[in-house]
């Protein structure tokens, strides 16, 4: 008899979403990640059975809650976020690397609106919550030091104390407490975020400790394996209503040759909890898992954002900030219209509308009109590293930044008024562009090798004729070269006049070789 075993497949949340925390009430679940130099910042999901997840919003959506000037580097900002529930109230700690540290917010809903910071006085990163059955509140952050603290003035009652640092790996980080039982357990990572990253605990029958580590430490590592799913850590668990422990955790996909190039950023995992002797472990991470008891899939989001409402879905991002005077939903009802801030991608202070890249095939497609503006697609990793297709006085350009490096690698004119820009990427076993593109890229200056994690290809459409205009090394624009932690946006920008965006297109692929293409 066959019997089928009900299946999810890894990343539940794909693409740059680092650092997961998360918590259940009742039958729901809820998760944040980090958010960086970008604006809004901390991005929330909702889902009823820790696979499908549907983004509701994002924590710090004001300036009152996330300032981040022009002068903040890339992969500053906000850093690791830890969600609770706890009395009726969510809470969402974090900090802000760029301003005064670490601070949280409350709401009733997670959808919002959260408070203001309430800033706490502590040392390092990676804050924790968590609170005894006296009430009392607890905060751990990266060191692994806990302090007694009081959630509403932010004010610290005791500590920080210094628990447990781990086995000795680098970066002692990412700690999470758990009051389970009669035990205390502290769950943390080491070994940075980088291949090495690993997920150990220890436990105590108080916060304050003494802690005594697992015999089984580090509780799920990658390291030194050949794992498809690398660099696995930075875990939270949570027990889901049926009474099974799931990890969330961030892990990479590196792809092409060696060292391997990741280029989604780090991405966010789910794998089964099992106890053994009073101890949770964890992993391998699988690309594909026997799902939880609970099953609530979610209908795929849709591939168009035809830009017909008044405020920006919860998933377009920008770097730094987004100036009121700089886009507008309604200026041009049914159209994203975007002023140039700033004269060049280059730098901060650019207009820039973004979403993550969460696939490793996958194409993007916008109708713009340019009317005298600069304006363009680009895919970004950072100021320095990043490929556009742009348009400008009848011209449609693809120009590459690398690091100290920018070229124009292709140009084409085009004639007046809209037309469609494509950026179609590609994982590079898979087979050379798709027929239907016409014309030849004037130069191909980076070559397109057998190397690379991917090929990034650039169209533009005015009519019904798609000119081909380059295809570019996807590894330039990989955490290896770039360096930071955030992972690829692909956007629309201006960088001189006003220009309209009439819709944007994101499509997907799970199976390269069936990738869809214009
Ligand atoms: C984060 C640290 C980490 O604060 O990377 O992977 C840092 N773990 O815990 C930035 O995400």
Redesign the pocket.
Known sequence: MLISVRTYDNPVIGGFH??PSVCRVGEDYYLVC?SFEYFPGVPIFHSRDLVHWRQIGNVLDRPSQLHLPDDVPASRGI??PTIRHHDDRFYMITTNVSGRGNFLVTADRPEGPWSDPVWLDLPG??PDLAWDDEGSCWCAT?GNHVARVDPVTGKVLEGPLPVWSGTGGKYP??PHLFHIGEWWYLLM?EGG?ERA?AVSIARARSPRGPYEPCPANPILTHRGTDRPIQST??ADMVQAADGTWWMVL?GTRPRGHTPEFHVLGRETFLTPVRWVDGWPLAGPVEARHEAPAAWHPLPPPPVRDDFDTETPAPYWISPRSRPGGSWSLTERPGWLTLHATGPTLDRPGHTFFGRRQQHHDCRVTARLEPGQARAGLSVRLDEAHHYDIEVHDGEASVIARIGPLRQRVARTSVPPGPLTLVIQIRTAETPPPAPTLTGEAETRPLGVGVHGPDVIAFAARAGEEYVHLAELDGRYLSTEVATG?TGRVIGMYVTEGVAAFDWFDYEWSHDPSAAPCP
Do not use: K, R, V, W
Request: aromatic fraction near 12%; charged fraction near 20%; hydrophobic fraction near 30%.
């Open positions: 680092p650092d980090s850093y690791a990163i990676d990266s980080e990412a990572s975020t990253h850590g930075h961030l932690f």
